[in-house]
């Protein structure tokens, strides 16, 4: 685990102003225009002058600073830095955010916190609270992004209700990232007034994806897992307002208690309303926000499911449409599905059990997430004598 | 507030101040449903009914809920509730979003209809060194080249082919035996490929041959030029030898042949046959089946019996032969059914194109590669005297000398007069299913093709009188008996539904 | 396929209606039975038709007026 936020850390020579969203660097050897949009992460060598901001490890380290440096000590996540890093540091909170890992080829920003769902399961409890600031520094991140970024992604909250400033995001992704994919996700709601969709589909993003939840083939199902009536509806039409705007559709299904039953319901469902779909994620729980809080009641062990979740992707990838498993672990998707199961937990996040010891799919294996001790099926065994 | 959630495996209770239980959602029994349009019709004797939405989406029902569901009277409890409002049967207060969906289903319905003709059929040639008997159209062979298309023919004939708005192209060359006019063809592929670099259509070609005279030239040509091969395989040896005498009674032993030969060039998969069915393959559907998986094909067509030429002339086409088909064509699925459940991957053609109507939002097209030409209105015929048709089953009826289904001439007549022209329009529009009596209330009738030729041919009047129409009863049967087996058995569900989407 | 011949024998002040059996096989009650539930089906036919006539012609209008999705 690498701790991604900190806080309460000591800052020295900075003024307790807003907070700055700077790259880091490891090397000392930059011009000095470029420097001064930069962290320099002070190590055994020399320390240069003329970065923004200093990154210390230690205390100790200060001495060796030059005059008026700011600067700001955080062991934690020193250590852990890489070139083309980008960073939030925020004096004024006494924090540094990473907002961008520059070694890793998936990075996502959250717009927002604020969502019009409050699903069961949700790992990122919305809050109703003011969070323009964030949208600033998601702009100001991305212009500092590694022009040959493979992906990064969009999360909230629901980004859409960011309103105009969700299309300046885009916009600025399409606009200095011109290589790089864009993932977004959102409940789809708001696309339901085709003009919104419309406005998306306009920026023209080379590579966008739109990541949509569908729970149930029956609305009541749906709108009671988003807690929030009328949500399917609405999700529904904003999928096909969005196609019709010529923006890619990822549908996305959580697989807990209150989906599985009808899991190939659904699946029929999808293939033939929405067969136009570009992708259909089924998706392990991830055990962590409101998903631990409800654990109890949302929780199904995927050996309780895997009939059905054989029977959907079966359904789903006959009618031809690209079919994943997320978060799976191999040993307990049958067989015959284990090619729709994809290593989709991030490397930082991943462990394994000890029960996994000898495993021959350990290396094609989602594993578990580490964050979580809960959660995990009992029929956990290693996969030996591979089919 | 307690949290209770449906769950087929455990109804859990935790408490979670915040959340609402699932029943807070279910608005289902506020206020009365909506009915959507849908029909009905008896499945079999046993108080089953088919009940099919505006789309052809189907359930299988018995006679009691059909009726409470039609008077209003389905409470949302009812386990049939939920999945008439999840096939859009229904609206109720917790949804409305079924009518955007039907309407973009009808759509897409339809959308195959708007670019009409992707199939564009070009009868290269009369002449035939076959003389089989159910065959009308088809001349001796001689040098003369009376029966032969012309290069003026064939280029005004490719006109009308790029005016079809169609994004993908197809283009087929029949007979009489194809390959004896090779330098036409040769000539067609070449221009057709020309235009097509600004027309930027997906173009696909097929040479229909039976194989007897195809050469190393045509061969080479065909692998070159990226041509698929489709011939006529009728069954074994006896039978298709007598189904297609010529001299030396080799039909059969020449096509097998020439199947290896072509697939040797160009592909195992490029190379498709045909069956006809006449009354003497009635009572071998296996042996001819057995046929096709000896020659490694990956499935068959199993057509129905033709009304037109031959079989109309001689009176094979009785009312016998007509009922003896479908048993014929059961037989035979069953076997295929078995074979698929041995675990070989095998198809039925027939069953495959009217199960995709059934169990995809998509419509049957035959653009798909391997398919079966000739039959629908997706088809257009250009023949050797530049005599434009609806359908090779209307060139078929020409020859036999009622020209109702000719649409022009491509040195006559415009593409506007000839697509556009009445001698297509009526019948399409006369015949449009739903609007025919007896079909309007019909649950099949979604699944269900007219066929205006058919019943031109066989009634004198291309709508037909339905109940009494060879086309209605083999249609019932067919959906009837698909229905049937779904029904019984998962499995053949799923092979059914792997089928709908591979046709 | 018929197997059973129906005459309408008067309309007032009841309608009186003949059922004859086609084939022999066909037994008076079953041909009663057949000829009830025909009359019973196509009430229904009737009744939804006429409720379901608005969202069909409703459908349909949308269907072909919306751009854009088409064609899967
Ligand atoms: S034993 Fe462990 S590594 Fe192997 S498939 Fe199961 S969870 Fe994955
Ligand atoms: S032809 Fe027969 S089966 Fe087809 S729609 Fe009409 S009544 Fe139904």
């Not at chain 1, 005059?67 to 070139?83: E, N, S």
């Not at chain 1, 998601?138 to 209700?161: H, K, M, N, Y």
């Not at chain 1, 959907?312 to 997320?326: D, E, F, H, P, Q």
């Not at chain 3, 039975?33 to 025909?38: A, D, H, P, T, Y």
Request: glycine share 6%; proline share 5%; charged share 25%.
């Amino acid at each position: 685990m690498i701790p991604l936020r900190a806080r309460a850390l000591e800052f020295r020579g900075a003024s307790p102003a807003s907070a700055e969203v700077i790259r880091v660097s490891l090397s000392a050897d930059r011009p000095a225009i470029i420097k001064a949009q930069e962290g320099f992460v002070v190590g055994t060598g020399p320390v240069p002058e003329g970065f923004a901001w200093y990154l210390l490890g230690s205390v100790d380290d200060f001495q060796r600073l030059p005059i008026d440096a700011r600067a700001v000590i955080a062991p934690a996540q020193t250590m852990f830095l890489g070139q083309g890093d980008v960073i939030a540091v925020d004096p004024l909170r006494k924090a540094i955010r990473v907002l961008y890992r520059g070694n890793s080829p998936y990075n996502h920003f959250l717009l927002t916190e604020r969502c019009n769902n409050y699903c069961l399961m949700c790992s990122q409890p919305p809050r109703d609270v003011d969070d323009n600031w964030i949208v600033d520094e998601v702009l100001r991140a991305i212009q500092l992004v590694r022009r040959d970024a493979v992906e990064i992604g969009f999360t909230g909250g629901e980004p859409t209700l960011l309103g105009e400033r969700f299309f300046e995001l885009v916009q600025a992704a399409a606009s200095h990232l011109p290589g790089t994919a864009l993932h977004i996700l959102s409940n789809g709601r708001r696309f339901s007034d085709g003009e919104f969709a419309a406005k998306l589909g306009a920026i023209g993003h080379h590579d966008l994806m739109m990541g949509i939840p569908v729970y149930s083939d029956l609305a009541h199902l749906h709108d009671h897992v988003v807690q929030a009536d009328g949500a399917y509806d609405e999700t529904i039409r904003g999928i096909l307002a969005l196609k019709a705007s010529g923006v890619r559709v990822e549908i996305r299904v959580v697989l807990q208690a209150q989906t599985v039953g009808r899991l190939p319901h659904l699946a029929q469902f999808i293939a033939r309303n929405l067969l136009f779909v570009d992708h259909v994620a089924l998706m392990g729980l991830e055990p962590t926000g409101f998903a631990r809080a409800n654990m109890e009641s949302i929780w199904c062990d995927p050996v309780d499911y895997a009939h059905q979740l054989s029977a959907a992707v079966k359904t789903l990838s006959g009618a031809g449409i690209r079919t994943s498993i997320y978060n799976s672990q191999l040993c307990v998707v049958p067989a015959d599905i284990r090619p729709y199961a994809r290593r989709s937990i991030s490397d930082w996040k991943q462990t394994y059990l000890p029960e996994c010891e000898g495993c021959e799919a350990k290396r094609e294996c989602a594993g578990f997430f580490a964050s979580v001790t809960h959660g995990r099926s009992r029929a956990i065994r290693p996969i030996v004598g591979a089919s | 507030m307690i949290l209770s959630l449906a769950s087929p495996f455990q109804r859990p209770v935790c408490r979670v101040a915040k959340f609402r239980e699932a029943e807070a959602f279910d608005s289902s029994a506020n206020a009365a449903y909506t009915m959507l349009p849908w029909r009905f019709t008896a499945l079999d004797g046993n108080d089953r009914y088919v009940a099919t939405n505006l789309v052809g989406e189907h359930l299988v029902l018995d006679r009691e809920t059909i009726g409470k569901f039609a008077r209003q009277e389905l409470a949302p409890a009812d386990p049939a509730y939920d999945e008439l409002k999840a096939r859009h049967f229904l609206i109720d207060d917790d949804t409305n979003v079924a009518v955007d969906l039907l309407a973009l289903k009808v759509r897409t319905k339809l959308a195959p209809l708007a670019n009409f003709t992707a199939l564009h059929i070009f009868v290269v040639t009369l002449r035939c060194e076959h003389s089989c008997p159910y065959c009308q159209v088809s001349r001796a062979n001689n040098d003369r080249g009376e029966f032969d298309m012309s290069r003026e023919t064939a280029l005004k004939s490719l006109d009308l082919v790029f005016r079809s708005p169609s994004p993908a192209l197809k283009i087929e060359f029949q007979g009489g035996e194809s390959l004896l006019n090779l330098p036409l063809i040769k000539l067609i592929v070449e221009e057709a490929k020309r235009r097509n670099e600004t027309a930027r259509r997906e173009l696909a070609f097929v040479v229909a041959t039976n194989l007897a005279v195809l050469d190393d030239e045509a061969l080479a040509f065909c692998k070159a030029e990226n041509i698929l091969v489709s011939t006529s395989l009728d069954g074994p040896a006896e039978l298709h030898n007598a189904n297609r005498p010529r001299p030396g009674r080799d039909s059969h032993e020449r096509a097998v042949d020439g199947i290896h030969r072509a697939r040797g060039v160009l592909g195992h998969y490029n190379v498709g046959a045909l069956m006809t069915t006449t009354s003497a393959s009635l009572n071998q559907v296996k042996a001819i089946i057995d046929e096709y998986l000896r020659l490694d094909f990956g499935g068959i067509f199993l057509r129905p019996l033709s009304p037109y030429g031959f079989a109309i002339k001689t009176k094979s086409y009785a009312a016998y032969s007509r009922e003896r088909w479908l048993e014929f064509y059961f037989e035979g699925l069953d076997y295929i059914i078995s074979l698929n459940r041995q675990g070989f991957d095998f198809i039925e053609h027939y069953a495959a194109m009217v199960l995709k109507k059934m169990l995809t939002p998509l419509q049957t097209s035959y653009v798909d590669l391997m398919s079966p030409a000739g039959i629908g209105i997706a088809a257009i015929v250009y023949n050797y005297d530049g005599t434009v048709y609806a359908s090779d089953e209307s060139r078929m009826l020409a020859e036999m000398g009622d020209q109702t289904f000719a649409l022009g001439n491509v040195h006559r007549d415009s593409f506007e007069d000839i697509m556009l022209g009445d001698a297509l329009l009526e019948p399409l529009t006369q015949s449009f299913a739903g609007s025919v009596p007896g079909c309007s209330s019909c649950a099949f009738e979604p699944w269900c093709g007219a066929d205006p030729v058919f019943h031109h041919a066989t009634q004198g009047d291309p709508v037909g009188k339905k109940p009494l129409s060879a086309f209605c009863t083999r249609s019932m049967a067919l959906f009837r008996g698909l229905i049937t087996r779904m029904e019984a058995d998962d499995d053949v569900r799923a092979l059914f539904e792997k089928w709908a989407n591979r046709a | 396929m018929a197997t059973v011949d129906v005459r309408i024998l008067a309309t007032e002040p009841e309608i009186l209606c003949e059922l004859r059996a086609l084939d022999k096989g066909t037994k008076a009650a079953d041909a009663d039975l057949k000829f009830r539930r025909e009359v019973t089906d196509h009430q229904l036919r009737m009744a939804i038709e006429e409720r379901t006539s608005g969202y069909r012609d409703l459908i349909l209008g949308l269907a072909f007026s919306k751009t854009g999705l088409q064609g899967g």
